[in-house]
């Protein structure tokens, strides 16, 4: 089989599950409220609620499609494409195992390994902001423009604890390749980011909650002020494709954690471990991840738009850069 | 198949530069200027430099162009038309003051592309070393172009110390008038403790 075909069935592979694994995390979501609320969740659909999503995708497919008057239609047809493909273009550089032989092609389990992944994945969910932000302006409702705007500032605000949460690791690994980060991890748990960057590691979780809108920094929504915010006008298929980017992006975030902090593939105390043990140990610690999100959501109450923004500015910003200048530090002088 | 992809983001860039200028409402002149710099972006991988690329999506179309957006939405500038009376200029009038000077601009660009001397940095990478290698990038960066870098630093931090006092006076001048148009109400507590 030549490489191009073997690339193409990864390509079909890698996002095809991650879309299943974006539609499970819907139902997750209400299953996990529900048992964090003291109720059952969904369960009339399939055997313990597990085809409710298809359920929700069919209900979306058939729902009448409502364009309001006033909108923007070329824009407001444009933003939820915006707001998803982001999401699923950082997946392409996503290690989730290392070597594998498919069809006897020798390659890795990650659709494209660039040099500068890591710096690659940050550039392309920081456009995410775009199909929110147009969204909230083109259905000329003012619930969706403040949603928007809020959003957007926000999102702004916390990519660059972000990407300094990032660098500290780049800077202790020497490499923007997420390959060459997990090959630094790979001595076992002693080896992981987690111990040697730990401030790091709490900028960067707090910071992707605040990227991908998830609670309590989720003011692109924040229903009872602004209905839902910069999604308020949308309905049927365009909906589910603001919620499909969210989820993916929330994967795509839960993955960096892992990948950055945890080591990614490798499997703790077996290096050299077979693809599909080293996909099993990504998902794995992808999953804590994914769960934090749903636990948080259901635990902690809604910050203030100023309490965000002060916390964005005036704590995750110095402590990240603070923390940066050590991490330099010590990898000039020890 | 690399020089097709080349003309091709390269008259894309350059149709899209247009509508920058063209576009009647600004939001579609930004959401231009946004398809350019990913044309721009495309080349850049083109030529090898896959940092450069992904620099110029992240500053550029992630951070500055969203920053436009926001003004934009914020003043809420509707359809080019509607600005009229705000402009001292006629639409026309505009028009060809911006074409002037983009054509002036242009004829710079291309008087010193026509003198530049394209050798100037790879020059100086050391022998088997490509200037794509980011170590390298970092190196010239920090020691032979040391000074240009801090310079061009210095000066960002200059605009923003000023914007910063440019704003903080604005908001102390209101501050007094308001004293001044209310002379009997007892002054107001400035700065204690309120959020800024």
Same mark, same amino acid.
């Given at each position: 089989?030549?490489?191009?075909?073997?690339?193409?069935?990864?390509?079909?592979?890698?996002?095809?599950?991650?879309?299943?694994?974006?539609?499970?995390?819907?139902?997750?979501?209400?299953?996990?409220?529900?048992?964090?609320?003291?109720?059952?969740?969904?369960?009339?659909?399939?055997?313990?609620?597990?085809?409710?999503?298809?359920?929700?995708?069919?209900?979306?497919?058939?729902?009448?499609?409502?364009?309001?008057?006033?909108?923007?239609?070329?824009?407001?047809?444009?933003?939820?494409?915006?707001?998803?493909?982001?999401?699923?273009?950082?997946?392409?550089?996503?290690?989730?195992?290392?070597?594998?032989?498919?069809?006897?092609?020798?390659?890795?389990?990650?659709?494209?390994?660039?040099?500068?992944?890591?710096?690659?994945?940050?550039?392309?969910?920081?456009?995410?902001?775009?199909?929110?932000?147009?969204?909230?302006?083109?259905?000329?409702?003012?619930?969706?423009?403040?949603?928007?705007?809020?959003?957007?500032?926000?999102?702004?605000?916390?990519?660059?604890?972000?990407?300094?949460?990032?660098?500290?690791?780049?800077?202790?690994?020497?490499?923007?390749?997420?390959?060459?980060?997990?090959?630094?991890?790979?001595?076992?748990?002693?080896?992981?980011?987690?111990?040697?960057?730990?401030?790091?590691?709490?900028?960067?979780?707090?910071?992707?909650?605040?990227?991908?809108?998830?609670?309590?920094?989720?003011?692109?929504?924040?229903?009872?002020?602004?209905?839902?915010?910069?999604?308020?006008?949308?309905?049927?298929?365009?909906?589910?494709?603001?919620?499909?980017?969210?989820?993916?992006?929330?994967?795509?975030?839960?993955?960096?954690?892992?990948?950055?902090?945890?080591?990614?593939?490798?499997?703790?105390?077996?290096?050299?471990?077979?693809?599909?043990?080293?996909?099993?140990?990504?998902?794995?610690?992808?999953?804590?991840?994914?769960?934090?999100?749903?636990?948080?959501?259901?635990?902690?109450?809604?910050?203030?738009?100023?309490?965000?923004?002060?916390?964005?500015?005036?704590?995750?910003?110095?402590?990240?850069?603070?923390?940066?200048?050590?991490?330099?530090?010590?990898?000039?002088?020890? | 198949?690399?020089?097709? &992809? @080349?003309?091709?983001?390269? $008259?894309? =860039? #350059?149709?899209?530069? /247009? %509508?920058?200028?063209? *576009?009647? !409402?600004?939001?579609?002149?930004?959401?231009?200027?946004?398809?350019?710099?990913?044309?721009?972006?495309?080349?850049?991988?083109?030529?090898?430099?896959?940092?450069?690329?992904?620099?110029?999506?992240?500053?550029?179309?992630?951070?500055?162009?969203?920053?436009?957006?926001?003004?934009?939405?914020?003043?809420?500038?509707?359809?080019?038309?509607?600005?009229?009376?705000?402009?001292?200029?006629?639409?026309?009038?505009?028009? &060809? @003051?911006?074409?002037?000077? $983009?054509? =002036? #601009?242009?004829?710079? /660009? %291309?008087?010193?592309? *026509?003198? !530049?001397?394209?050798?100037?940095?790879?020059?100086?990478?050391?022998?088997?070393?490509?200037?794509?290698?980011?170590?390298?990038?970092?190196?010239?960066?920090?020691?032979?172009?040391?000074?240009?870098?801090?310079?061009?630093?210095?000066?960002?931090?200059?605009?923003?110390?000023?914007?910063?006092?440019?704003?903080?006076?604005?908001?102390?001048?209101?501050?007094?008038?308001?004293?001044?148009?209310?002379?009997?109400?007892?002054?107001?507590?400035?700065?204690?403790?309120?959020?800024?």
């Amino acid at each position: 089989m030549s490489p191009l075909l073997v690339t193409i069935l990864k390509v079909l592979l890698i996002y095809g599950g991650v879309i299943t694994l974006a539609a499970g995390m819907t139902l997750a979501e209400r299953k996990v409220s529900a048992w964090i609320q003291w109720r059952i969740g969904p369960n009339r659909v399939g055997p313990f609620g597990t085809l409710q999503p298809l359920a929700d995708g069919i209900k979306f497919i058939f729902k009448e499609e409502l364009i309001p008057d006033g909108a923007n239609k070329f824009l407001f047809r444009l933003a939820p494409v915006l707001a998803a493909a982001p999401a699923m273009m950082a997946i392409a550089v996503i290690p989730f195992a290392g070597e594998i032989t498919l069809f006897g092609v020798h390659t890795t389990l990650s659709i494209a390994d660039i040099p500068i992944s890591a710096l690659y994945v940050v550039a392309v969910s920081g456009l995410g902001v775009y199909g929110v932000i147009l969204g909230g302006w083109s259905s000329n409702s003012k619930y969706s423009l403040l949603g928007g705007l809020r959003a957007s500032a926000q999102m702004v605000s916390y990519e660059l604890s972000l990407i300094l949460a990032i660098l500290s690791i780049v800077v202790l690994s020497g490499s923007l390749d997420l390959r060459a980060i997990v090959a630094a991890q790979a001595g076992g748990i002693q080896d992981w980011n987690l111990w040697r960057q730990p401030l790091a590691f709490g900028l960067f979780v707090i910071a992707t909650f605040a990227e991908t809108n998830r609670h309590p920094f989720d003011f692109a929504e924040c229903e009872p002020e602004l209905v839902g915010g910069f999604h308020t006008e949308y309905s049927s298929m365009k909906f589910a494709l603001f919620f499909l980017g969210e989820y993916v992006a929330m994967i795509v975030m839960a993955s960096m954690t892992a990948t950055l902090f945890l080591g990614g593939p490798e499997v703790p105390f077996w290096h050299g471990a077979p693809w599909f043990v080293q996909l099993f140990a990504f998902l794995a610690k992808t999953s804590v991840f994914l769960f934090l999100f749903l636990w948080v959501r259901w635990t902690l109450p809604r910050f203030r738009f100023d309490q965000l923004m002060r916390l964005g500015w005036k704590v995750m910003l110095p402590l990240s850069l603070a923390n940066v200048f050590l991490t330099g530090l010590v990898v000039s002088f020890f | 198949m690399a020089e097709t &992809l @080349f003309y091709l983001l390269g $008259a894309l =860039a #350059l149709a899209f530069a /247009v %509508g920058v200028v063209r *576009a009647r !409402m600004p939001l579609f002149s930004v959401l231009s200027l946004l398809g350019s710099f990913f044309c721009l972006s495309g080349i850049y991988l083109l030529l090898g430099f896959p940092f450069l690329a992904a620099t110029q999506l992240l500053v550029y179309a992630g951070a500055i162009m969203v920053l436009f957006l926001f003004v934009i939405m914020l003043l809420n500038l509707g359809d080019e038309a509607q600005l009229e009376r705000h402009a001292g200029l006629s639409l026309s009038g505009r028009r &060809l @003051f911006v074409g002037g000077t $983009a054509a =002036a #601009l242009l004829g710079i /660009v %291309g008087l010193a592309a *026509a003198q !530049m001397n394209t050798t100037f940095v790879a020059g100086e990478v050391p022998q088997g070393r490509a200037l794509d290698d980011l170590p390298t990038l970092a190196g010239l960066l920090f020691t032979r172009y040391m000074l240009p870098f801090e310079a061009a630093s210095l000066l960002l931090l200059a605009t923003m110390v000023g914007v910063i006092v440019l704003a903080k006076r604005q908001r102390g001048t209101s501050a007094v008038e308001a004293e001044a148009e209310a002379p009997a109400l007892p002054a107001p507590p400035l700065s204690s403790g309120a959020p800024r």
